[in-house]
């Protein structure tokens, strides 16, 4: 008897060996439905969202959005800022499809209020920004001196969709911070940001000072005013947030400008495919000197009569690109104004259609080329020469 009675109990005993803190992972997990959301496009589920992550929050737990009948309705903010302590330990993972979190509330608010967030993953998050609304924050990530940095997050296959007016943003970092704290280390894998080419409508959105080493894996961001801006909007604290970023293998499609850079530090550009945009790459005018290497990456069909506009003491590196423009060549491929300062542009193989190649408008810059194939001319028809080789001309 004794021994039926070990049988009995040994697959149960063995479960528990395997899996001993089972019972803690699920006091651990607060799932949105448990809080009283629907999911069903009618009823309100702030609130319900809301009471999930406070709970997580307190517990330092994981949120779970299951995947709804519709989609999830907020009509106000969520809040993800510290309750106990000086910082957020929240992990979320959610699933649907595209538009499952949608935000029908009022302008000029975020989605997703985010302070002091620190070592998180957050998966599959889709948010939608509801048609009429302007100024609105998909994620507005931020810190404070009481919650010190907001670092060490990343934000994996999450699809984001900016709405139908201008000046909504998907991740905006550091806009009341400023150079308060760091927020630093994130990451985005596989994200994906649609907007409708309104003015403001920036997918990334750098505004604090103190916004370093940030890092893209993958993604896709189509329909923007830009992809990534350092560029600070209205009310922001900084002028301008950091440089310091670093993109592999992104595409892009159809923005005005895909890389709106703003300040020094350093900026890497590498593998992708970017088609059908107005121009690839601009910096703000001034004095700082920011060093920019773009490497890999097939750019078709944009519409600028330039590819590349620098206007600061800038080193621009680009490096086996295949660039052309939509139906005809580029005026200049690249064209840079240094303010009276200097600066240096390097062009390493690759090929383009362009009648000049570097457009040297103000400043001292030196430029190099080597090896750059012109692989087609107006029409199209492949040439097969090179353009010639400058060697600090």
């Not at 009618?42 to 959005?65: C, P, S």
């Not at 080493?213 to 209205?234: E, H, I, L, P």
């Not at 000197?289 to 003491?313: G, R």
């Not at 390493?348 to 259609?353: E, L, S």
């Amino acid at each position: 008897m004794k021994a039926l009675i070990f049988i009995l109990l040994f697959p149960a005993a063995l479960a528990a060996q395997r899996n001993p803190s089972a019972d803690v992972a699920v006091q651990n997990t607060f799932n949105v439905m448990s809080y009283g959301a629907k999911g069903n496009g009618i009823a309100d589920d702030t609130q319900a969202f809301q009471n999930a992550f406070d709970a997580a929050n307190a517990a330092n737990g994981k949120v779970i959005i299951p995947s709804p009948a519709q989609f999830y309705r907020l009509t106000n903010t969520i809040n993800v800022v510290p309750v106990t302590g000086n910082q957020v330990w929240i992990h979320v993972e959610a699933w649907g499809r595209a538009g499952s979190i949608r935000y029908h509330g009022v302008s000029n608010k975020p989605v997703f209020r985010i302070i002091g967030l620190k070592g998180a993953v957050w998966t599959g998050v889709n948010v939608a920004i509801g048609n009429g609304l302007t100024n609105v924050q998909c994620f507005d990530i931020d810190t404070t001196p009481e919650a010190e940095s907001t670092s060490f997050v990343t934000f994996k296959d999450c699809y984001l969709d900016l709405g139908n007016q201008p000046n909504n943003d998907g991740f905006r970092l550091g806009h009341n911070s400023g150079g308060g704290a760091d927020i630093s280390n994130y990451q985005w894998e596989n994200c994906t940001v649609f907007g409708t080419r309104k003015s403001g409508q920036i997918a990334y959105h750098i505004e604090g000072s103190n916004t370093l080493s940030q890092t893209w894996m993958g993604g896709f961001v189509a329909f923007c005013d830009r992809a990534y801006s350092n560029k600070s909007g209205t009310g922001a604290k900084d002028g301008r947030g950091n440089g310091s970023v670093y993109f592999f293998g992104m595409g892009c499609s159809q923005n005005n400008i895909d890389y709106d850079i703003n300040f020094e530090q350093t900026y890497l550009i590498s593998g992708g495919r970017y088609e059908a945009g107005g121009s690839f790459l601009e910096t703000g005018v001034g004095s700082y000197h920011a060093a920019i290497t773009v490497e890999n990456l097939q750019i078709n069909d944009y519409k600028s009569d330039h590819l590349f506009d620098i206007n600061t003491a800038a080193t621009l590196v680009i490096s086996n690109c295949r660039m052309n423009k939509q139906s005809s060549s580029f005026t200049d491929l690249v064209r840079v104004s240094a303010q009276s300062g200097a600066g240096s542009v390097i062009i390493d193989g690759g090929g383009t259609r362009a009648v000049n190649i570097i457009n040297k408008e103000k400043g001292r810059w030196k430029a190099y080329t080597r090896g750059l194939g012109k692989f087609s001319d107006a029409n199209g028809v492949f040439i097969g020469s090179y353009y010639p080789d400058l060697n600090g001309q």
